[in-house]
């Protein structure tokens, strides 16, 4: 089967690699009719944080049809069409049972050991908690509904655990840091949770008019201190629920700089450089969030795309096949694209 492979800096590759089979019975092999390629998949690309290892498979965002069954997998049969979150997870141990998947105590990660998600298969550890089964009656050849799914494995129930993490609720006042796709999948999700004031920060107008869409009432195009002083003035003090969506210092810095005292920062940025946490002390700002347990949120997410309460595809700005993902890892790269899908 042929797959995509990280050889280092700058270097992806779509090679030939060993077929995806099962190992244990509680595995299945999933066809990949669709994968993504993920904001964090760039940290590796560009050579900063090797979250893949030194080489090794790509990938972590996709969704297909169950192709083969291990002898103790209870819940799904061949045929079935299922997404994936982007970490794998026995859905039984005391961490999966308190909504927590991604400190499963069998758990992992796509990539590097694991198979990668930007392949034509995937082998599914501890499929019965790991999968999430679409109705029958999904229909996804309608290509917006599909990349409306595709964003589940990752990113919008990412921007959902910023929201959730942040304290967003109804009539709340809301910063978005960042306007890739998960900070506009966390603008979406805030809106969904009930706030009533959304700043999203964030320079790029494509993205921007995203945003709005999504349910953005104010922008700050501002960086650095003028950003902090901008959303100050825009809230009197500061907003009681920040989302961070970056994970560079400088997006941490600003996300504590325009919180009020007191107030939440809700972090999913990939934490990729040090910051001082004096100003989170002295100010009493609580720092919640961390790697989003999306197998916890796709359930009820999934209920909301195929309802048309949330509509996420707009973030998925690019169509590639198999062969273009080495292309479109460098339109994400250059800002060419906000986010990339794959078709198989």
């Known amino acids: 089967m042929r797959a995509t492979v990280f050889h280092g800096t700058r270097d992806v590759r779509v090679e030939e690699v060993p077929d995806a089979t099962l190992r244990e019975p509680t595995d299945v092999v999933v066809r990949v009719t ?8 760039l940290w590796p690309y560009r050579g900063e944080l090797l979250i893949y290892g ?8 996709f969704m297909g049809v169950v192709e083969d069954v291990g002898a103790e997998v209870r819940t799904l049969k061949k045929g079935d069409r299922v997404i994936a979150p982007f970490a794998f997870s026995d859905g039984v141990c005391e961490y999966c049972s308190g909504g927590l998947h991604t400190s499963c105590v069998q758990g992992g990660y796509w990539g590097a050991q694991n198979d990668g998600g930007q392949g034509e298969a995937v082998r599914v550890p501890w499929a019965d908690g790991t999968l999430v089964k679409l109705p029958g009656e999904v229909d ?4 917006r509904l599909a990349a409306a799914v595709a964003t589940l494995t990752d990113v919008m129930c ?10 967003v609720g109804p009539g709340a006042t809301a910063v978005v840091v960042g306007d890739g796709a998960v900070g506009l999948c966390g603008v979406l999700a805030a809106k969904r949770l009930g706030a009533e004031r959304i700043i999203v920060m964030g ?10 869409t999504f349910g953005a009432t104010d922008e700050v195009r501002e960086r650095g201190a003028e950003a902090i002083a901008r959303v100050q003035e825009l809230t009197g003090g500061g907003a009681p629920h920040v989302l961070e969506c970056v994970g560079t210092g400088q997006a941490t810095e600003t996300a504590i700089g325009v919180c009020r005292a007191g107030g939440t920062v809700g972090h999913v940025g990939v934490p990729a450089e040090p910051i001082s946490l004096m100003d989170v002390y002295g100010r009493n700002i609580a720092l919640r969030g961390g790697v989003a347990p999306a197998r916890a949120y796709q359930p009820a997410l999934l209920a909301d795309v195929l309802a048309g309460v949330i ?7 690019v169509t590639v096949g198999l062969d273009g993902v080495p292309g479109g890892y460098a339109a994400m790269d250059e800002r060419r694209a906000i986010k990339v899908l794959v078709e198989l």
Do not use: M, N, Y
């Open 140 to 143: 996804l050849t309608d290509s």
């Open 203 to 212: 320079r790029h107008e494509d993205r921007l008019a995203v945003a709005r």
């Open 311 to 317: 509509d996420p595809s707009p973030v998925l700005d």
């Open 158 to 167: 990412t921007g959902h655990h910023a929201a959730v993490s942040a304290g």
């Open 34 to 41: 669709h994968a993504c390629i993920c904001g964090s998949d």
């Open 54 to 61: 030194e080489t090794g498979r790509t990938g972590h965002e």
